[in-house]
């Protein structure tokens, strides 16, 4: 079964600065997704960024972009320029491609700006 | 426009009692999720279902039951209350297993059992 490992429980952030958050994930699979989702304090689960492992690119969304790295098995989201509202839990999540496959998550990571 | 819609929002029960949430989504999706979320656990899956009728064990079931009866609709039941299942309870669902489909979600329902 898939796991989905972020190291890091807390972090912090000074505003407008940028902050990476840490992802490992261990698979035997050598297609699959990545998702980062962030959770603030309303608790909805806001997707963030998203990556399919069959590119090589990373994915970019505005402030956030991802480092993605196949043979690592690492997944790593870096926030630039930081702001307030960033602040709120973020879970890094692994989906296979099979058809019957739900979402795995980590167990999240909960961001603090400072400003 | 409601995407994905729990009820109730909040509930307290008793150790024993018993009780369905409801998840109801409008965007004609085939796949449904229940998630707890719990401190330091992340999010964790229960139950899902990819179609109507149909359901499977994800990786915490136990002490839960769930239905898909209609397709916009996923419940889960709790037929004897516990206080390890106090957690926030989260639905989400999509339209397929691929990329292109992220998981919408629910806004979550927090059952605390005393």
């Known amino acids: 079964a898939q796991t989905v490992t972020q190291s890091q429980p807390e972090m912090s952030v000074q505003e407008a600065e940028t902050v990476t958050l840490s992802c490992t994930y261990d698979?035997?699979?050598?297609?699959?997704?990545l998702f980062w989702y962030k959770q603030p304090p309303s608790r909805q689960m806001i997707l963030v960024i998203r990556?399919?492992?069959?590119?090589?690119q990373n994915a970019t969304e505005n402030r956030f972009s991802v480092n993605f790295q196949k043979a690592a098995k690492s997944f790593s989201l870096k926030i630039s320029d930081s702001q307030l509202g960033d602040a709120a839990m973020y879970f890094c999540?692994?989906?296979?491609?099979?058809?019957?496959?739900?979402?795995?998550f980590g167990k999240g990571t909960r961001l603090s700006v400072i400003a | 426009n409601a995407g994905v819609t729990q009820t109730p929002k909040f509930r307290v029960l008793k150790t024993g009692q018993s009780m369905t949430l409801l998840c109801a989504q409008d965007?004609?999706?085939?796949?449904m999720y229940w998630y707890r979320q719990d401190p330091g656990m992340g999010l964790r899956l229960i139950h899902y279902?990819?179609?109507?009728?149909?359901?499977a064990k994800g990786e915490v079931p136990d002490g839960y039951n769930v239905s898909r009866l209609k397709k916009q609709n996923f419940l889960l039941g709790l037929e004897s209350a516990a206080p390890s299942q106090t957690s926030v309870y989260f639905c989400?669902?999509?339209?397929?297993?691929?990329?292109?489909?992220?998981?919408?979600f629910g806004n979550g329902t927090r059952l605390t059992v005393t």
């Open positions: 999540a692994y989906r296979s491609l099979g058809r019957n496959t739900p979402l795995v």
């Open positions: 698979t035997s699979e050598s297609d699959y997704y």
């Open positions: 990556q399919e492992a069959y590119k090589q």
């Open positions: 989400a669902s999509s339209y397929s297993a691929g990329e292109n489909s992220p998981l919408h």
């Open positions: 279902s990819v179609g109507e009728g149909t359901t």
């Open positions: 965007m004609n999706h085939e796949y």
